[in-house]
């Protein structure tokens, strides 16, 4: 074999083991530009999901690109580690298993404010920086919900506001968690059936997260406490 031809053969497998480095380790299940249509009351919860396609458990990083939004909206930010009060400029997921999906969720109160918003996130596999993807929210707010709605109030928990309790749907849930706006938890609890009952009449006025952690993971919810 002469020296050219062997080197030829090196710089394809060279360029082969290059390639299968960076191959693809999350799949966004469906589009990675998802279209919301809220309605201008109430909160209402807008979620991308990704999938770990690996054989390997990995971490999921992220960093805003942009977020174009109405001011007098109020935005907050979970991944399937943390919730947020506004739009977290970066962070990492918690670890997830082969096979394991998390999403990607953009919580909006318009605020009765009939208007639009964009926002895109990259994220990547830690160990796989060279590949990336862009989430993409559009989220287009009206004011009366139409029959092809991606994203709808939330109904597993109300009143909303409230003064007093909640009514929360803990199906799958052994442990419910409130926490304010610094992030301190302020409330715990244990359900009791489908529907339990929180008694939050001593939280002060405010904006809350409530989490409802079960074994197949967390589900968080906002809620506004008159």
Not at 2 to 28: D, P, R
Not at 66 to 88: E, K, Q, T
Not at 215 to 221: A, K, L, Q, T
Request: glycine share 6%; charged share 15%.
């Amino acid at each position: 074999m002469n020296i050219s031809i062997k080197n030829l053969l090196l710089l394809a497998i060279a360029a082969f083991s290059s390639q299968a480095g960076i191959a693809q380790t999350i799949e966004v299940q469906g589009n990675n530009t998802q279209n919301f249509y809220p309605e201008a009351s109430g909160f209402t919860d807008c979620s991308i999901y990704m999938k770990n396609i690996s054989k390997v458990s990995l971490k999921i990083a992220y960093e805003k690109v942009s977020a174009d939004y109405p001011a007098g909206w109020d935005v907050s930010f979970c991944d399937n580690r943390n919730c947020f009060f506004s739009l977290r400029d970066k962070d990492t997921f918690t670890a997830m298993a082969p096979g394991e999906k998390a999403s990607m969720k953009i919580t909006v109160y318009p605020k009765g404010s009939a208007d639009t918003a964009v926002v895109k996130y990259a994220v990547w596999d830690v160990n796989n920086p060279a590949v990336k993807d862009t989430l993409t929210f559009n989220i287009m707010v009206r004011w009366s919900a139409g029959i092809q709605l991606s994203c709808m109030p939330q109904p597993a928990i109300y009143p909303i506001p409230t003064k007093s309790h909640l009514q929360v749907n803990t199906t799958g849930a052994n442990y419910i968690e409130i926490r304010n706006i610094s992030g301190q938890t302020v409330g715990h609890y244990l359900p009791n059936a489908e529907w339990t009952r929180l008694d939050i009449a001593e939280l002060l006025a405010g904006s809350y997260f409530i989490l409802l952690k079960g074994d197949n993971g967390i589900r968080s919810y906002k809620f506004l406490k008159n």
